[in-house]
């Protein structure tokens, strides 16, 4: 199955460089093709998106980060008609149900919620409809 931003880049919002890496290795370790372009915290997220918001398809969103939160990220996203439809997922340590309630309320159509340590599995059983798997 594929969905209509299936070709698009994938935009990985982590401080952590570690994070990153692996979230990317995970990614083409699943065989997905899209091309992966990171932001180190919201702000260059933010950036990023503005500037290549139709190259964008899909956004791997931590939610805590200096300066500007993942929260704070999709308040600002979700609020922007030309990128407020980009498929947001959180991947983050915050596993409570309050927090994920708390980031459905910011973003009632984030496609996923994943908990760090997370496993491959579940990254790619949340992503596997958004993106271009060989």
Do not use: C, H
């Not at 990317?24 to 990171?38: D, R, S, T």
């Not at 139709?54 to 704070?72: A, N, R």
């Not at 922007?80 to 459905?104: F, L, N």
């Amino acid at each position: 199955m594929s969905g209509p931003g299936n070709k698009r880049k994938i935009l990985v919002v982590d401080d952590s460089d570690l994070e990153r890496e692996l979230l990317i290795e995970v990614l083409k370790g699943a065989g997905v093709k899209n091309e992966v372009i990171q932001a180190r915290n919201g702000e260059e997220a933010i950036e990023l998106l503005g500037a290549r918001y139709k190259e964008i398809g899909m956004i791997l969103l931590d939610w805590q980060m200096p300066q500007m939160s993942g929260l704070d990220f999709m308040q600002a996203v979700v609020k922007v008609p030309k990128v407020a439809d980009k498929i947001i997922v959180m991947v983050t340590a915050s596993g409570t149900a309050e927090d994920k309630k708390k980031a459905t309320q910011v973003n009632p159509n984030l496609a996923g919620y994943i908990v760090k340590p997370y496993t491959p599995q579940s990254i790619l059983e949340t992503i596997q409809t958004y993106v271009d798997v060989q």
